[in-house]
T-cell receptor
Framework: GAVVSQHPSWVICKSGTSVKIECRSL??????MFWYRQFPKQSLMLMAT?????????EQGVEKDKFLINHASLTLSTLTVTSAHPEDSSFYIC????????????FGQGTRLTVV | RKEVEQDPGPFNVPEGATVAFNCTYS??????FFWYRQDCRKEPKLLMS???SGNEDGRFTAQLNRASQYISLLIRDSKLSDSATYLC?????????FGSGTQLTVLP
């Protein structure tokens, strides 16, 4: 199957700092990537859809100025959590569909963010 | 009402048991359905797609009833390694909607 690589797998940061998470499609091009957040014992909640070469589409209730998404190439999307707070601590995970336009989602390994 | 609803469990079953998970979806425009498996602190992995005609993959059988907007997953002869959270997923190429997951623990 297709491979999506996410980095870092875990990060601990101080409150008020920013954290960047990278999501790469390794063996296919992804014009669209999806960013999810998952709190303990809850489902994956879609935060935003990242579109290569254009602005991301954010879900209702997700602050676009806090969660900056950049999709500058066909294989890389980044999510930056700006001015992180303890309530931003969560499991962040990206996915891309392969082949492009298909419905099978391949997930990155996820990033466990802890803000202290 | 959630777009995709499933019983959160937990389901605790003995090894060798047969267990069934159910899921309902509210968006009649959903085109594709899947069952994903998620191990603790890991990313979800596709278990199987779900087709209207029903499909089987070894010990796993998935069924879709579009009229009732209902999806099921049957696991036969449960193994210890089947312990995980099973996510019901519906949607289209543009967006997938995940259920909250059903937790399964297979006991020795």
């Amino acid at each position: 199957g297709a491979v999506v690589s996410q980095h870092p797998s875990w990060v601990i940061c101080k409150s008020g700092t920013s954290v960047k998470i990278e999501c790469r499609s390794l063996d296919f091009q992804a014009t669209t990537m999806f960013w999810y957040r998952q709190f303990p014992k809850q489902s994956l909640m879609l935060m935003a859809t990242s579109n290569e070469g254009s602005k991301a589409t954010y879900e209702q209730g997700v602050e676009k100025d806090k969660f900056l998404i950049n999709h500058a190439s066909l294989t890389l999307s980044t999510l930056t959590v700006t001015s992180a707070h303890p309530e931003d601590s969560s499991f962040y995970i990206c996915s891309a569909n392969a082949p492009p336009g298909g419905t099978e989602a391949f997930f990155g390994q996820g990033t466990r963010l802890t803000v202290v | 009402r959630k777009e995709v609803e499933q019983d959160p469990g937990p389901f605790n079953v003995p090894e060798g048991a047969t267990v069934a998970f159910n899921c309902t979806y509210s968006n009649s425009a959903s085109q594709s359905f899947f069952w994903y498996r998620q191990d603790c602190r890991k990313e979800p992995k596709l278990l199987m797609s779900v087709y209207s005609s029903g499909n089987e993959d070894g010990r796993f059988t998935a069924q879709l009833n579009r009229a009732s907007q209902y999806i099921s997953l049957l696991i036969r002869d449960s193994k210890l390694s089947d312990s995980a959270t099973y996510l019901c997923v519906g949607g289209s190429a543009r967006q997938l909607t995940f259920g909250s997951g059903t937790q399964l623990t297979v006991l020795p």
